[in-house]
């Protein structure tokens, strides 16, 4: 993950990891195929925190902007203990096909499960489109977090996060402000 993030996944040999390893390019092709097959083994191993992540969301009892803007906090903290993980998976996405449907696999497992456990009685076009919105959410806060943790675009990193949470609201329709919007209180 190291020599991804310094030299660039497209840049990186597979012998450039293995001598990084200690090893030979033999030893590594034992146990990798190619740069590929490491990346998606390392999302593997990260994937079940990221699933958590979301199963935490389910878990909330209310999704108001202010309870998701904690929520975004923990969402955070993940992105930066992964700062390199994803910064290589972001790379590799832009040139290897595997790897994209690796992480949208993700994306459509998460986004699935969420769907079914919050609409468990609606109709198949309900559940899809809560999938999708879902899924769009999900887009959404990785291109956001990666401008900003990543790549280190924080100059508007409040507002940005309050943007966000207001808009995961709404998934829940929770905390939406709108005029005229009956909210059973009266």
Do not use: C
Not at 89 to 105: F, P, R, S, T, Y
Not at 119 to 136: S, Y
Not at 158 to 165: C, R, V, W
């Amino acid at each position: 993950m190291r020599l991804f993030e310094e030299r660039g996944y497209e840049s990186t040999s597979m012998a450039q990891i293995a001598a990084a390893a200690g090893s030979s390019r033999a030893n590594l092709y034992l146990y990798f195929n190619s740069k590929s097959q490491i990346i998606r083994a390392r999302m593997t191993e990260i994937e079940a925190e990221v699933a958590e992540l979301y199963e935490m969301l389910d878990g909330m009892p209310k999704h108001t902007p202010e309870a998701l803007r904690k929520w975004l906090g923990t969402a955070r903290g993940m992105w930066l203990r992964y700062a390199t993980e994803f910064e290589a998976v972001n790379q590799a996405m832009a040139i290897d096909q595997d790897v994209l449907e690796k992480w949208l696999g993700l994306i459509r497992r998460v986004s699935s499960a969420h769907a079914a456990l919050h609409l468990a009685g609606a109709t198949q076009d309900e559940r899809t489109e809560r999938e999708v919105h879902m899924a769009t959410l999900m887009m959404s806060l990785e291109r956001n977090f990666y401008f900003l943790y990543i790549r280190g675009h924080k100059e508007r990193e409040e507002l940005i996060l309050t943007s966000l949470a207001r808009q995961w609201a709404q998934l829940f329709d929770e905390g939406d402000e709108r005029p005229g919007r009956d909210d059973g209180n009266g």
